[in-house]
Nanobody, 118 residues
């Protein structure tokens, strides 16, 4: 089970940290990813991490930082310099392989809304 938290309303240029609490199985060997979906858009890969190696979607690296704390069963997404176009529902997801495709992730959280005002 994956449960996201930390979303909310923030002004442009601000920061948010999203958290994903994992449970139900051992996730340490999985790639943990963050996706986002804005209204009318497809899922967009934001960031992922597996064995401390990180991956970022286009335009994310440098502003977003993904991390994980396996002993605490947590995955985080630190988002800085937020822009209005970052507004979306953000999802935590898990995949048994390294991928940036949403169809390769077989466990998903319920999502948390991030809204960035201009």
């Amino acid at each position: 089970q994956l449960v996201e938290s930390g979303g909310g309303l923030v002004q442009a240029g601000g920061s948010l940290r999203l958290s994903c609490a994992t449970s139900g199985r051992t996730w340490s060997a999985y790639m943990m990813g963050w996706f986002r979906q804005a209204p009318g858009n497809e899922y967009e890969f934001v960031a992922g991490i597996r064995f401390q190696k990180t991956y970022y979607g286009d335009s994310m690296e440098g502003r977003f930082t993904v991390s994980r704390d396996d002993p605490k069963n947590m995955v985080y997404l630190q988002m800085n310099s937020l822009k209005p176009e970052d507004t979306a529902v953000y999802y935590c997801a898990a995949s048994p392989r390294i991928s940036q495709r949403p169809q390769d992730f077989n466990s998903w959280g319920q999502g948390t809304q991030v809204t960035v005002s201009s």
